[in-house]
């Protein structure tokens, strides 16, 4: 399974998070816990955690082209909510 991971500074992590997962829970499956939100994709997978430095999201996946097409949706959802400080600065690695 490949791994891209992305840290961004942020205040309003948490905030963001909680956003994200109830939009897509709507037709996803989505996990909400204290500190982190986890969204099942059909073929991949997005852990987000926030913590008072900022927001961290992991995307997993078995195609390389998936987690790139994935790696798009995921900024460009977050950027949505985060409108008042996008572009969020997302620096994708792999892990």
């Known amino acids: 399974m490949a791994k891209v991971t992305a840290t961004v500074a942020t205040e ?3 905030k963001y998070v909680q956003q994200l997962c109830k939009h897509w829970a709507h037709k ?3 996990e ?3 500190n982190q939100g986890v969204v099942k994709f059909d073929a991949a997978t997005a852990t ?3 913590d008072e430095a900022g927001l961290t999201v992991v995307i997993e996946g078995e195609q390389a082209e ?3 097409r994935m790696k798009g ?4 959802h977050l950027d949505r909510f985060a409108f008042r400080e996008a572009p969020l600065p997302f620096a994708w690695q792999a892990a």
């Open 48 to 50: 987000m955690t926030a």
């Open 12 to 14: 309003h992590g948490w």
């Open 66 to 68: 998936v987690l790139e």
């Open 32 to 34: 909400l816990t204290e």
């Open 28 to 30: 996803l499956e989505v």
């Open 73 to 76: 949706v995921v900024s460009s």
